[in-house]
Antibody
Framework: EVQLVQSGAEVKKPGESLKISCKGSGYSFTSYWIGWVRQMPGKGLEWMGIIYPGDSDTRYSPSFQGQVTISADKSISTAYLQWSSLKASDTAMYYC??????????????WGQGTLVTVSS | DIQMTQSPSTLSASVGDRVTITCRASQSISSWLAWYQQKPGKAPKLLIYKASSLESGVPSRFSGSGSGTEFTLTISSLQPDDFATYYCQQYNSYSPGFTFGPGTKVDIK
């Protein structure tokens, strides 16, 4: 079974750093992109970026470029999303998803269970 | 950038109803569209990819159609498990990549 398991909920203060994780299993981790998606409370889905663990090729949404860093450690089939200085506006649920990119199309399947990040003083 | 819109934003329906959700792209995206279902407190689930391909395990009452700039997700006979929010999503290989529609909430009439 293809599965993505994310790290647990986090409560942080503004200005703190954070790295959350997403571990893949049941498939060749280096052969698919991994995407990150943000969902702010009561809002829709926003694509943040993708990484190809095979060669660490990374693409960011312009909205998130410079705000977060996406990385991966293929030796442990794990992708990461990190912040160097959190803001209250980073409070959201963050999902990782295996990302299929075929020619001019792409989609997310399956998804991790989500990691809730709360930033509050 | 390609913008995605969905209509309606909220839809009230009854069990057994035929439900249609529309997604429009600001420019042609061929058939490169996916649909997701999200229930409260849960991760999204892929239903349809490449506009009309049904993901394995998804009930056949779900179908997708369209190409170019206008797409539809149809639920042929709404079931209690289908009350959820539905999102469309496009992928642009140039920039900025992936874009989701704003979502359509299907609730009980």
């Amino acid at each position: 079974e293809v599965q993505l398991v994310q790290s647990g909920a986090e409560v942080k203060k503004p200005g703190e750093s954070l790295k959350i994780s997403c571990k893949g299993s049941g498939y060749s981790f280096t052969s698919y992109w991994i995407g990150w998606v943000r969902q702010m409370p009561g809002k829709g889905l926003e694509w943040m970026g993708i990484i190809y663990p095979g060669d660490s090729d990374t693409r960011y949404s312009p909205s998130f470029q410079g705000q977060v860093t996406i990385s991966a450690d293929k030796s442990i089939s794990t992708a990461y999303l990190q912040w160097s200085s959190l803001k209250a506006s980073d409070t959201a649920m963050y999902y990782c998803a295996r990302t299929t990119v075929v020619a001019a199309t792409g989609w997310f399947d399956p998804w991790g269970q989500g990691t809730l990040v709360t930033v509050s003083s | 950038d390609i913008q995605m819109t969905q209509s309606p934003s909220t839809l009230s329906a009854s069990v057994g109803d035929r439900v249609t959700i529309t997604c429009r792209a600001s420019q042609s995206i061929s058939s490169w569209l996916a649909w997701y279902q999200q229930k409260p407190g849960k991760a999204p689930k892929l239903l349809i990819y490449k506009a009309s391909s049904l993901e394995s395990g998804v009930p056949s009452r779900f179908s997708g159609s369209g190409s170019g700039t206008e797409f539809t997700l149809t639920i042929s006979s709404l079931q209690p498990d289908d009350f959820a929010t539905y999102y469309c999503q496009q992928y642009n290989s140039y920039s900025p990549g992936f874009t989701f529609g704003p979502g359509t909430k299907v609730d009980i009439k």
